[in-house]
Structures are given as C-alpha cells and as structure tokens.
C-alpha cells in the first residue's frame, strides 16, 4: 500500500505560480512511475506531467514549458512546480503512483488549484 498526501493548492491570479507538493509512506526511489493528473468539472481525468524512476519525464502539451515535475527521493516526494497558470488550468490536482508496470493505480486525495482574477 501506497499512501500519498498532496499540499500546495490553492487560489493564484493568471499568470501566477504555485508548487504543489505529494509526500509518499514509503520510499519512492524504486516506485515505476509517479505523475499528477488533474480533473476539471465535467470532464474526464487527465494526465498532466509523469516521471519515471530513472527521472524521464513526460508532460501534456497544454503545460509543456510552463509545468515541471521533480522528485526528491531523500523526502519520497515529488514536486509540480507551475507557472504562468491559466484559467483553464483550474482542476483537481491528484497525485499518482505505480510501483510496477502492472501494478494498480494509487491515489492521493486531490488538492484545488483555481487560476481566476
């Protein structure tokens, strides 16, 4: 079992940052994958930004160059550090975790992020 804690939302004019923060119970270092995926009202949930745990990285073409996701394996965290944020960036921000290809899916309980004037 997997359990993941995310921090760091909340409510950011456009054009504004914010770190988001997901803390795991175990060790991270040899976890397959982890990843933040975000779900706006009325629609499906959608992978945001994934890395692997040799650190390659993958992200949805509407953050490239905006979003970066990091991990800290000393504090079995990851990061999604996001700036210039849009309105259409508001969602739910749940953190993700595979330990292995065929592993199940665990889940962090979500953390709001609203980009609004």
């Known amino acids: 079992q997997v359990q993941l804690v995310e921090s760091g939302g909340g409510l950011v004019q456009p054009g504004g940052s914010l770190r988001l923060s997901c803390a795991a119970s175990v060790s991270i270092f040899s976890i397959y994958a982890m990843g933040w995926y975000r779900q706006a009202p009325g629609k499906q949930r959608e992978l945001v930004a994934r890395i692997s745990r040799t650190g390659t990285t993958a992200y949805a073409d509407s953050v490239k160059g905006r979003f970066t996701i990091s991990r800290d394996n000393a504090k079995n965290t990851i990061y999604l550090q996001m700036n210039d944020l849009k309105p259409e960036d508001t969602a739910i921000y749940y953190c993700?975790?595979?330990?292995?290809?065929?592993?199940?899916?665990?889940w962090g309980q979500g953390t709001q992020v609203t980009a609004s004037s």
């Open positions: 993700n975790a595979k330990t292995g290809i065929l592993s199940p899916d665990y």
